[in-house]
C-alpha cells in the first residue's frame, strides 16, 4: 500500500483510541516501512525492477523478510504493546500502537505482489493478493477506498480530504500503463525507489498530521 493510504490507517487507529496522540500513530503505522528503507540503504534487503518499469508491477521488493514478513509485523507490534503497556503502564497507548504497528503489514497483503513471507528463513508460501502485478487499477480503487473510509471514519476536514485524494491521483500512472509518470525513470535505480518512497512517507506523515489537526474525534477510551 502507497505511503499516503498507510498514513490514514492511522486515522482509523486515532478515531478508535482518541487520548492517543496521532503523532504516535502515525509513526507507528509506518515503522515497517522505515525499517525497509533503512535496511535497504545498509544491504540487508533488496529491491529490484524489470528493465522497463511501466507501473507498479514492475518493481519487485525482493527481500523484504525483517521488514515485512508476518512475524516481524506480529513481533514489533507485540513488543511494542508490551514496552509500553507493561514497561510504561499505558496500556491504551500501547495498545492503539500496537494495532498501528500491525496493520502496515496486514494492508501491503490485501494489495501486494505475492513477496510477504512469514518469516525470515521461511522462502515459502509467499503472501500477497498479487494484485500490484496481475490487477493494478483493482489495487488503485482498493488503496483509493479505504484512504477516503479512514478520512470519512475520523469524521477529518476538507483539507485532510484534500490531501488524501491528491496524493492518490499522484500515484495513478503507478497503477496503469496508459498514463506515463515517473515510474519510468525507476529502471534499475533501486536506491532511488527507496530514497523517492521515504520522501513519501515523511511528506505525508506530516501533511495528515497538520490537516488532522482540529479535527479530532472525542470518545471515552480510558487514559492513555
Not at 504516535?24 to 540487508?44: D, K, P, R
Not at 524489470?50 to 514492475?58: F, K
Request: hydrophobic letters at 55%; proline letters at 5%.
Amino acid at each position: 500500500m502507497f505511503a499516503i493510504n498507510h498514513a490514514a490507517a492511522a486515522l482509523a487507529v486515532k478515531r478508535r483510541y482518541p487520548n492517543v496522540p496521532l503523532v504516535w500513530l502515525l509513526g507507528s503505522v509506518q515503522l515497517s516501512e522505515f525499517l525497509w528503507v533503512a535496511f535497504n540503504y545498509m544491504g540487508i534487503e533488496r529491491t529490484t525492477t524489470n528493465d522497463t518499469v511501466r507501473y507498479v508491477g514492475d518493481i519487485h521488493l525482493s527481500s523484504i523478510a525483517w521488514s515485512h514478513s508476518i512475524a516481524s509485523g506480529v513481533g514489533v507490534a507485540v513488543l511494542a504493546w508490551f514496552a509500553l503497556a507493561k514497561g510504561l503502564g499505558r496500556p491504551i497507548l500501547g495498545a492503539a500502537v500496537g494495532v498501528a504497528v500491525a496493520s502496515h503489514v496486514a494492508l501491503d497483503l490485501v494489495v501486494h505482489a505475492r513477496d510477504i513471507q512469514l518469516a525470515p528463513g521461511i522462502p515459502s508460501p509467499l503472501l500477497g493478493s498479487g494484485f500490484y502485478q496481475s490487477a493494478p487499477t483493482l489495487a488503485f480503487g482498493l488503496e483509493f477506498a479505504f484512504g477516503l473510509w479512514c478520512w470519512w471514519y475520523y469524521r477529518g476536514s476538507r483539507g485532510l480530504l484534500a490531501v488524501i485524494v491528491l496524493f492518490n491521483v499522484a500515484n495513478l500512472s503507478f497503477f496503469t500503463t496508459a498514463i506515463s509518470g515517473p515510474e519510468t525513470l525507476l529502471a534499475h535505480r533501486p536506491m532511488l525507489i527507496v530514497s523517492v518512497i521515504f520522501i513519501q512517507i515523511v511528506t505525508t506523515l506530516w501533511l495528515v498530521n497538520v490537516f488532522a489537526r482540529g479535527t479530532a474525534p472525542h470518545l471515552p477510551a480510558g487514559d492513555t
